[in-house]
């Protein structure tokens, strides 16, 4: 999936002695069990004739030897950012993993995200044990609580140390990678023997090394319903047209996931893949054509699209985003403004489903996927794994330094599969003017 | 649930001589087959000491005796206005019925609302049959498609006149419905002998004297659920507000029958309960107080509530219906700067469901209602009746004069059972101040 | 609906004198407030003319004056007989409005159905808050437990006397409301002052004199479901055949309406119409002119329906009703054999649901319809009516005796609109051969 | 995944030559694009150091030159054995690729599964096209139809000879791609120049060297809401049991992963993990301890699980598989009968939701993922492939030989995470007593 092979250091840190022997039965993973990045034929032989190195990634799995002790060991939880399908399946996972499976009782849970590590705000954490988590996973959301925005890190590195967390769950996307990964080095710094363990939690699907990200998949299909809608008010209309705003800021995963499980979307706009408006090539005059021929169209937009349209604005959010403009209101307002102009009659349905999206159970398929993340988290955690996230790759469960997970997105690579299906599915072409 | 007695005309018009036996077995349904507008025990009383002289409604049912003859006659199915669930079943119910049951041959589907009765557009009418129609209750939207606007009684009467169009069943809303009355009016001044019969759609279920209209209860359900999302964001943040704005521009139904099947709701507006936004009483001093008790809070608001705090703008849609300030948006500015004003921190995620709502297939309930709606509706038209609707009273299926239906809106009662119910559910106090 | 007016006693028995002012705002419903059984024209033309004595059905709703003091009175909740859903919904309605609405402070869950009222059991009473109900309607079944099977009347009467339960609200069936009855005349029998409230729920909506049971719109809309798997399953084979068994006893009104909700169903079997399996008209020879014809075909059965197929056995199960032959195994045996011997070879696929209906939350239409019934259990109770349930007629909710209620079942009568539409619907002819 | 690498020739064959040029855009992927079966560090090591030879799996994908020429080159589709979901979005996928990808217009669905390549049967092809396929994937079942049970490989011959059939697309399990490879032979002994390419249909998800087969994800998400009943079920009787069986002939995967999905399982029983009844280890003993210590207990358990308790029967089904004993009923009459004789009162509810799972619409993931399997086959045929099927490895897609594929089964491996995680989940232990 990935063209070029990252110049990246994929070594784990880990605390050390690993002293206490853990208490699960074999067979256990060692730190030696690795996976090639590169799985081509090509990579192979290339090896072979010592012209390349290959890059390995750190299994994900139960340790022999535990660098905390189970029944001494506090761990902490934490999530951060906008809410995302599968919160709850993950946090209750770590729970049920720190408590059965090693016999920890000291489970905090940290409450509206990174808040909940500065004293200032005072907010007690919860103490989590099986009772509270049993029955959480059938809800959207999370039972801690989140929010978005930077906190000091030493302050919150104060928090750790002061409250003897051991080892601290951070479930959160970039914004809260990026964080963790500070309080890991400043843990560091301090000589302190802490444990940071991230689990990226990205609705958009786009983190680096990381074949899948928690919530995705009940993302697009529940995406895959607004779609529906659009297409049931466009056909109902005469010239109908149903626009649907998706997420995805930098990357159109959920859009083109969506497109494909739908397939009434007859132009999927991505952030990836640049579009014009006017021109013979653009938009509007595609739209104009499929109108002219069937009579209704179907529009996804991820959020991130098109945002060449506006003016740099230079605006951030809490979480330091950039502030984008809001490019489904403004395809709307456009697109009424060129049909009037050509004097066409047209009805524009304009949905935007956002947190219809963001707020739903996760759906079974990302249950399970919840579960194995959490336990995964857990096995890393005790055996002293710090600075790191929880990953998949060639579907087995994996172990990243968070500072290569962070260091680039993942995109739609718009010359590759994913993409030429939509394109196929919607048939549309490249709406791009020749310049 | 209607405090005075109309003074109504509830006689049905009917076409004469019906002189064509039905072709179904009897029991056949007798114009004497009435039921009591008001059943009380008062009334009774009253009834038996001549203080009282009742109101009857015709029941719907087959005939004995047919006005058209069924292997001959031309039947035209026309929807209009906006989406609501169960206009394919309704759809599919009528080409059934009048195929299998009567034997009818000659089904019309009318394109794109009222527009398909004027020949200007030229919208070809699809003829439509038991294959046609057959899985069409599994989509939402409508087959024949809709349109707003108004379109000239005369030319829509010489459609039918030049088309030899024997019934017309015109689905639709207020709008629809009183175009409905014009042309059987116009109909009966040409002294022609055509059959015009309605079938109630209002997504807001305010038609009068009309239980229930379809589509109603696919609507609140599916409204629940956008309220189920507000509620996960609202809890997800510190100070989280959920707002959802729902349908129902002068009737509250949707909104109160949500927050009822929902009960996470803590404010329910609607049109027929005023309401203040400062003072003591008002709504934001109460969303306040409930952010103190329980650090978060959901609001539910129908379209049409609060439309004091707009200016009349005297504008009007293309249906012809008073152009509504957007209470939603609106309630949204207003809380941030109520908030931000007392420097107090909220989170407040604003959700506008609509089309999401008005797209989808009917749920199994109304899918069983519009199949009798369509039925009735069946028997009426080939039995003669014209100028009239098929209702729902007392459990029953009723002939009402569309000029009846139409000539006051069926409201919330605030002083009665469903809106203290809610009041009671939210826990929610009267919002305004005294004045 | 009903064809002849009954014979019965409709007046409710309530304890008194009703000395406390009820905490409520007006307006209050009266005892007065009764609503006509018949509400034809005729009855009320009869009435003008003396020929004809109507019975009137009291009103629900809350009452002035309460024979039980909120703030010192115990009230306790049971459920009975197999799950059905809503259960919890009326257990939340009930305690919500009693704590919110009256003040009342001692609410017990008594668990495991009437075994919950015999001490030997020892089954200790949950004490019931807002706290824990909160969320209980999102589950299906019922946290109180429940079970099947008589349990001793004088027992029962001593539990609530030495325990000084002052209201018992009864959530059941037939047996349920019947042992309910008997504790009410055993109670008025020792001289005490005790309220029993029955809230009828029937799965198979037979319960007489009362328009709809809750969880009946869930269980047919749930059923439907399952019609569709079998028509899918049914077109995928050559001459393949679904075979669906659904819920009713006695009733067919969940096979019937499932029926009309999904449309797919070539035969619907149930108790109140008689059909043969051989002969010409038999059912047999009818699948096999639809298989000729269309290749596939699909068979709902009611667990009641052709019970004269099966040897009396005289059996019953714990609840002491008659154990009935498994028509859906035998019809699914007797087909496979009928088409064997006429060498012509099929595929049937057998569904039976019924645990996968059974235990569903409710759908929002019951969960509003639910939060009703013990609202108005709950005003019931408090104003002391006793060996009463809680109905609904005409669109009101009423009291009834439980006597009147369990007098009779109600069934479809298969002469009027319910089964000829079912029969329109299916296309299935009378399956009786001529005798 | 798979521990020992396998002794197997993955070459794919490929008819030449290619001489007609793709009418697709670059990039194309060549036959050189291969991945290595096992990319394990390990291996890497190994192989470098000459002690080991890598297996490479060809990779799918448009090749730049095709063997048919896409205008005048015939396909045919078949369906074959019992219901999966996704049936149709393959079905779909293949009829829209072939059309709008490469411009083939003869497209033929053969009807009845290999019936339909037996002239005898004189079951006529459809003719699919982009308006036949175009809403099929919202529908479960095949519109193809199915049917199981072995035909002659000479006459299938014969039928593509004789009808020209270029590519044949035989979507199916085990026994279907098993004759698709004799075919593939007895075209190859005859000289003819056709490509047969299997689509690996198995609910079971049980086919080597394929990571993930069409309709397994659609299944174990259904498969979780029969366990949600079993639990409500359960919870809501005293000594209350949830009983349900999954499918999983000879692999558990779907009773694993819903066991996952769901959480509530206390006992999930597999074919891979033996089991006892009796002892102190065996299955019974836990349950009553389950029950003394919670009351209630949910068990799954797989179609093909504990079969040692039947006594070898030798009979096979239709397409060859031996008949099971039925160990869902067998476990329900044996607990029974266990409680009994130890005088203990239970209540056992029963679900066998086999065909309300087989019958269902694939949810989004899977029609993404059929979307995907059917373009890579049409890539595959159009450039000469054959006797090959379309996998899944290291989340790719590839190219695999039918008799590697079938050459052994894929099935959990009990001392790995899957199996590890169900243990923890359910806290069922080894319920083997020693021997």
Redesign the interface.
Same mark, same amino acid.
Not at 32 to 36: A, F, K, Q
Not at 39 to 42: E, K, M, Q, R
Not at 235 to 238: G, I, P, Q
């Given at each position: 999936?990935f063209a070029a092979q990252p110049k990246l250091d994929f070594t784990i840190k880990t605390l050390s002695p690993a002293k206490y022997p853990s208490p699960l039965l074999p067979?256990f993973t060692s730190d @030696?069990?690795?996976?090639?990045f590169d799985?081509?034929? %090509?990579a192979?032989e290339k090896?072979?004739r010592k012209e390349y190195e290959?890059v390995?990634i750190e299994l994900a799995?139960s340790r022999e030897h535990l660098f905390f002790e189970p029944h001494t060991c506090r761990a902490a939880i934490v999530t951060c950012g906008g809410?995302c399908p599968g919160l709850n399946d993950v946090i209750?996972a770590i729970v049920?993993?720190l408590w059965?499976?090693y016999g920890c009782r000291d489970i905090l849970g940290l409450q509206?995200g990174y @808040?909940g590590l500065i004293e200032a705000y005072q907010h007690k954490p919860i103490q989590l044990t099986p009772e509270v988590v049993e029955k959480i996973?059938d809800?959207?959301?999370?039972i801690l609580?989140?929010?978005r925005g930077d906190q000091n890190i030493g302050s919150m590195t104060d928090f750790l140390e002061n409250n003897g967390v051991d080892i601290l769950f951070a479930i959160g996307g970039d914004g809260t990678l990026h964080a963790a990964h500070e309080i890991a080095e400043e843990v560091e710094k301090r000589g302190l023997k802490r444990s940071i363990i991230g689990i990226p939690k990205t609705i958009d699907n786009d983190i680096s090394f990381v074949?899948k990200s928690f919530g995705f @998949?009940t993302a697009?299909?529940t995406a895959?319903?607004?779609i529906?809608?659009?297409h049931?008010?466009a056909?109902?209309?005469?010239n109908g047209i149903?626009l649907v705003k998706l997420m995805g800021r930098h990357s159109g995963f959920i859009a083109a996931?969506?497109t494909?499980?739908?397939?009434d979307v007859n132009f999927c706009l991505i952030p990836e893949a640049d579009f014009d408006l006017d021109g013979e090539n653009g938009l509007f005059m595609n739209i104009r054509k499929r109108l002219a021929k069937r009579g209704h169209a179907v529009i996804v937009v991820a959020e991130g699209a098109g945002q060449k349209f506006f003016e740099a604005s230079g605006e951030t959010d809490k979480s330091g985003n950039v502030r984008f403009g809001d490019i489904g209101l403004f395809l709307k307002s456009k697109i009424e403004t060129y049909f009037k102009e050509i004097k066409a009659e047209i009805t524009i349905?304009?949905? %935007?489903?956002s947190?219809?999206i963001?707020?739903?159970p996760s759906?079974?398929?990302d249950?399970?996927f919840c579960?194995?993340l959490g336990?995964m988290a857990v096995h890393a955690g005790m055996a002293g794994k710090t600075d790191m996230l929880v990953g998949l790759w060639?579907?087995m469960?994996t172990h990243l330094p968070i500072k290569a997970a962070i260091s680039r997105r993942k995109m739609i690579n718009p010359?590759?599969?994913l993409w030429m299906?939509v394109m @196929?599915?919607t048939?549309q072409t490249d709406l791009k003017n020749p310049s």
């Open positions: 999936m067979p @030696e069990n690795r996976i090639l799985t081509s034929a %090509d192979w090896g072979m290959p390995f799995g809410l209750r049920m993993n059965h499976t509206w @808040e996973h809800l959207g959301g999370s609580g989140s929010s074949a @998949e697009f299909s895959a319903n607004a529906a809608s659009a049931t008010e056909k109902a209309a005469r149903g996931n969506a494909l499980a739908n397939r349905k304009y949905i %935007d489903p947190y219809m963001r707020s739903v759906i079974p398929t249950s399970v579960g194995f336990q060639n579907n469960f010359a590759q599969k299906s @196929e599915t048939g």
